[in-house]
């Protein structure tokens, strides 16, 4: 199937022969024919399938083939974190070039005003995070009146950060009688449930089944926890020049990780939760551009990013979830190019090992290199005790499964997988991490904590990310902490 047969509006054929699109992916094939006919749709497509396109497409279509009704923002597109509003953004843009259609992306850590002028000034599409855009809507910056799509991407982490109080407020503000398009990786009960009742009649479209991208491949590392810095510029070498993606559990590892790479050489940078919005964009712009060819990164810091050419996903520490490692390596492989996905393991994260298989389905190949072997037993200890507070089972290891060096049986440790980590991506700072003699940042007075850090506490891990998700949108001006300003933010496409 061709682009040629949506019979799209001819300036964005133009654009999409520009951007070097050929082919439709799966996903744009099922559902631009729908979208276009005005059907409510479900897609359920993880990231990296081209959903940005699928809906974007035949809604920009509408907006230049038919004309607006009032002065009120046609098209909402509601994304979880700042990273994805700016990405769906700037594919609007791309899509919208040599057009009179006008989009402004609104979310948090970042002034009003722009934000107001441009909504004042008028858009056909908002692209926003719910948090600031509750802010536009209650101080009248905005009004949805003439809204025609509304349009829920990633549904699945707006829930998970907390964000469905939000979206009802805002849900409550819309006209009744419009489009809405509904995107999430998974559909847990809460986002059925959105879904029902959000929206009419909807053509279901699934695409990817949470399988693994089928054009990454995967490796299993076992190694001792002082190895991983020198087995991690290893793979940098034999990365070449390819773009690479660092996964650490927790900012200041992510931070340290990234200073230490520089040192050793390479251009690396970081996005973690502790970064002005002005440095995130510098770090991601350097990224997307290729000054930096290394970006070591939070999970909650890199939801959304979208670097089409990344070869290589690298989890320094293996991620607390099993749907945490399809969403990072979703970074890879993304768009049918082949991407690597490389997954350090230590004696502790066994549990983790089998409910990442076991979610995929598959074992995954262990990669044991000269020189890195793990110590000797540390596979065959008995696992530590959880250190946290623990959702379901609690038994890390089991003793009674083979050893980690058995490679003929690929099943290790326990299937309940890791507990909650206080000291996760979006947490405080690791013990580890934590400067000897340093107090844990909850016994600190608030004046002597680094700014932006929360005090530790080992409340569970969902909690953990409701609350850092303050760091990733509009949140964060609420704790009253200053954020560099930016001029104006909405744009044309001209
Ligand atoms: P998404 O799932 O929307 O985040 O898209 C993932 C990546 O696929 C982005 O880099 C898009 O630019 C790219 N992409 C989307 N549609 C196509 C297509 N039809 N052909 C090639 N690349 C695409």
């Given at each position: 199937m061709?682009?040629?047969?949506f019979?799209?509006?001819?300036?964005?054929?133009?654009n999409?022969?520009?951007?070097?699109?050929?082919?439709?992916?799966?996903?744009?094939?099922?559902?631009?024919?729908?979208?276009?006919?005005g059907r409510?749709?479900?897609?359920l497509?993880?990231?990296?399938?081209?959903?940005?396109?699928?809906?974007?497409?035949?809604i920009?279509?509408?907006l230049?083939?038919?004309?607006?009704?009032?002065?009120?923002?046609?098209?909402l597109?509601l994304?979880?974190?700042?990273?994805l509003?700016?990405?769906?953004?700037?594919?609007?843009?791309?899509?919208?070039?040599g057009?009179?259609?006008?989009?402004?992306?609104?979310?948090g850590?970042?002034?009003?005003?722009p934000?107001?002028?441009?909504?004042?000034?008028?858009?056909?599409?908002?692209?926003?995070c719910?948090?600031?855009?509750?802010?536009?809507?209650?101080?009248g910056?905005?009004?949805?009146?003439?809204l025609?799509?509304?349009?829920?991407?990633?549904?699945?982490?707006?829930?998970d950060?907390?964000?469905?109080?939000?979206?009802?407020?805002?849900?409550?503000?819309l006209?009744?009688?419009?489009?809405?398009?509904?995107?999430?990786?998974?559909?847990?009960?809460?986002?059925?449930?959105?879904?029902?009742?959000?929206?009419?009649?909807?053509?279901?479209?699934?695409?990817?089944?949470?399988?693994?991208?089928?054009?990454?491949?995967?490796?299993?590392?076992?190694?001792?926890?002082n190895?991983?810095?020198?087995?991690?510029?290893?793979?940098?070498?034999?990365?070449?020049?390819?773009?690479?993606?660092?996964?650490?559990?927790?900012?200041?590892?992510?931070?340290?990780?990234?200073?230490?790479?520089?040192?050793?050489?390479?251009k690396?940078?970081?996005?973690?939760g502790?970064?002005?919005?002005?440095?995130?964009?510098?770090?991601?712009?350097?990224?997307?551009?290729?000054?930096?060819?290394?970006?070591?990164?939070?999970?909650?810091?890199?939801?959304?990013?979208?670097?089409?050419q990344?070869?290589?996903?690298?989890?320094f520490?293996?991620?607390d979830?099993?749907?945490?490692?399809?969403?990072?390596?979703?970074?890879?492989?993304?768009?049918?190019?082949?991407?690597?996905a490389?997954?350090f393991?230590?004696?502790?994260?066994?549990?983790?090992?089998?409910?990442?298989?076991?979610?995929?389905k598959k074992?995954?190949?262990?990669?044991?290199?000269?020189?890195f072997?793990?110590?000797?037993?540390?596979?065959?200890?008995?696992?530590?005790?959880?250190?946290?507070?623990?959702?379901?089972r609690q038994?890390?290891?089991?003793?009674?499964?083979?050893?980690?060096?058995?490679?003929?049986?690929?099943?290790?440790?326990?299937?309940?997988?890791?507990?909650?980590?206080?000291?996760?991506?979006?947490?405080?700072?690791?013990?580890?991490?934590?400067?000897?003699?340093?107090?844990?940042?909850?016994?600190?007075?608030?004046?002597?904590?680094?700014?932006?850090?929360?005090?530790?506490?080992?409340?569970?891990?969902?909690?953990?990310?409701?609350?850092?998700?303050?760091?990733?949108?509009?949140?964060?001006?609420?704790?009253?902490?200053?954020?560099?300003?930016?001029?104006?933010?909405?744009?044309?496409?001209?």
């Amino acid at each position: 199937m061709s682009f040629d047969s949506f019979c799209l509006h001819s300036a964005l054929v133009a654009n999409i022969k520009r951007i070097g699109y050929e082919n439709p992916t799966p996903i744009q094939t099922e559902s631009i024919p729908h979208i276009l006919e005005g059907r409510d749709l479900m897609g359920l497509a993880q990231t990296g399938t081209g959903k940005t396109a699928a809906f974007l497409l035949p809604i920009l279509h509408r907006l230049l083939t038919t004309p607006a009704k009032s002065r009120s923002p046609r098209t909402l597109i509601l994304a979880p974190t700042r990273e994805l509003a700016e990405q769906i953004f700037r594919s609007a843009l791309d899509f919208m070039r040599g057009t009179k259609l006008r989009a402004a992306v609104i979310y948090g850590g970042m002034g009003m005003f722009p934000q107001t002028r441009a909504l004042r000034q008028g858009v056909d599409i908002v692209v926003a995070c719910p948090g600031r855009l509750l802010d536009h809507l209650n101080q009248g910056n905005v009004r949805f009146d003439g809204l025609e799509t509304l349009v829920l991407d990633e549904a699945d982490h707006m829930f998970d950060m907390g964000f469905l109080p939000d979206i009802k407020r805002i849900l409550a503000a819309l006209p009744t009688k419009r489009q809405t398009l509904l995107f999430s990786a998974t559909m847990p009960p809460a986002i059925s449930g959105l879904a029902g009742e959000t929206l009419s009649d909807p053509v279901a479209v699934r695409i990817g089944n949470m399988a693994p991208l089928a054009t990454v491949e995967h490796a299993i590392y076992p190694v001792s926890h002082n190895q991983k810095a020198p087995l991690l510029l290893h793979l940098l070498g034999e990365a070449g020049k390819s773009s690479v993606i660092v996964f650490t559990r927790t900012k200041h590892r992510a931070k340290n990780l990234a200073l230490q790479l520089c040192r050793s050489g390479h251009k690396a940078t970081c996005l973690q939760g502790n970064l002005s919005q002005r440095q995130r964009q510098i770090a991601m712009e350097g990224f997307r551009r290729g000054a930096f060819q290394v970006l070591v990164a939070t999970d909650i810091a890199a939801r959304g990013i979208d670097v089409s050419q990344v070869g290589h996903v690298i989890n320094f520490d293996i991620p607390d979830t099993a749907e945490a490692y399809t969403h990072r390596i979703g970074r890879t492989g993304r768009a049918e190019h082949d991407g690597q996905a490389h997954t350090f393991v230590t004696g502790e994260d066994v549990g983790m090992v089998r409910a990442i298989e076991s979610h995929m389905k598959k074992a995954l190949p262990r990669r044991e290199l000269a020189g890195f072997e793990p110590e000797p037993g540390e596979f065959r200890r008995s696992a530590p005790a959880p250190r946290y507070p623990a959702r379901g089972r609690q038994n890390y290891g089991d003793r009674s499964r083979p050893s980690y060096g058995d490679r003929s049986r690929p099943s290790y440790g326990d299937r309940s997988g890791r507990p909650a980590q206080a000291e996760s991506a979006q947490g405080d700072r690791s013990r580890n991490d934590r400067p000897a003699g340093e107090r844990p940042a909850a016994d600190r007075p608030r004046s002597d904590r680094p700014a932006g850090e929360r005090p530790r506490t080992d409340r569970p891990r969902n909690d953990d990310r409701r609350t850092t998700f303050g760091l990733a949108d509009g949140g964060n001006q609420r704790d009253g902490s200053q954020r560099p300003r930016r001029p104006y933010q909405g744009a044309t496409a001209a």
